[in-house]
């Protein structure tokens, strides 16, 4: 564990128990001489276009903004956080980072990143006015906004109509319901040389939203506080469909590596995922296969509950003028501009729902591709991600994806493998004291 590791140096210590950090003076009013910020970014540790479409945002920034310097920093999105953990040991004290919504309660308490509420004051609500109000709670801990969202989706279910029709079913009226999950993906396993449902919940792409999209969707929940409660009923219910989803056939029994890539070749009809990933998938499916995207299945008449997958922008700047060219930063990165470029160049939803129907922005887009439609409707009922807390909550959060994975893929009783996990990961949650 790299938080261990670096706190066996007294310095390290000092800097992730936030007792050796900096204390942080009043931002200041505004820029007057040049001034350089790192951004620390996963989008630019990728080839192609969340690389470009980011550094094209950069450079306007600083067009924008000429006293202001970004000095780009990428690391992969499941390295980010050892990277600034690092150079902040190193003396190296980062200004801006995209860090996945797992890390949120991490950065809050140990990271040292801002509460924009006491940075920024009052800019906090003038900036925030127009955004949407369950993305912006996706970052706060506390009662405070220590990540603001910045890329982010809900999951969708991908669907190959050729497929479906080969089965003999009406690609008009797909699914809905995980009843109608099951019996579609049984015709599909009976009727087609195919594959008919999988869930990017498990595997070594991280699906965790994914997963707890389902168990919230059934009223289920994660953990209360502290006390986890992914073996409860709601959540161990939802676990218990998907492996009856598995015993009937209706889920494909494929690499959980390779979800992604048999979804593209064009032999897997339903695949429940991120959106993240359509603009991939649409250019795989151009000229090979028909491809829908409709909303997630929901629990009979139950709400579905979307969760978030993606990153939220923090401030961990100490420096007043440091920390007032980091803000402006973030500002402009959630802008309508910012948005237009995220969701038509990269494919994540806007944070902004007015720039969907304006002509200055997103509208001539969103007409032209209207399969992002499902996942907007999604926005109204977007839950937040559950982070855990304390200093293993990486650990106990693997704990509880391998017991799910294990629940389903597995051949024990899928309510006994998830109470027996749940109670060795209880052990490394912090106590309420």
Known sequence: MLRRTLMSTGAAALVFAGLGLPSSAQMAEEITEPVTV?????????????????????NKFMEDNPLITVEPIGA????????VQADIVAGQQPDVAQLVFRDLIYAAHDLGAEALEDLAKDELAQHSEGMVENGLELGRVDGKTYGLAYTFSTPVMFINKDIFREAGLDPQTPPRTW????????????????HGFFPGAFGPIDGTFVYQSIVMSNGGRVREGNKLTFADDGAADAVAMLRDLRDSGAYADIDVAAHMDTFSAGKLGMFLFTSAVQNSFSNAAEGNFEMDVVAMPSFGDKPTAPTNSG???YVLSKDPVQQRAAWELMKFLTSKYAYTQITSKIGYLPLRLDIVNDPKYLKDWVEANPLIRPNLEQLERLTANVAFAGPNYRQVENMMKDAATAAVLGDDD???VLSAAQDEAQKLMPSDD
Request: hydrophobic share 35%.
């Open 38 to 58: 790192t951004f620390y970014s996963y989008n630019l540790a990728t080839a192609g276009q969340r690389n470009d479409a980011t550094m094209e945002m950069l």
């Open 76 to 83: 992969p999105s499941n390295e980010i956080l050892s990277r």
């Open 179 to 194: 009843e109608e999950v099951k019996a579609a993906g049984i015709a599909i396993q009976k009727n087609t040389n195919y």
């Open 311 to 313: 990153s939220a922008l």
């Open 414 to 416: 899928p309510y006994e």
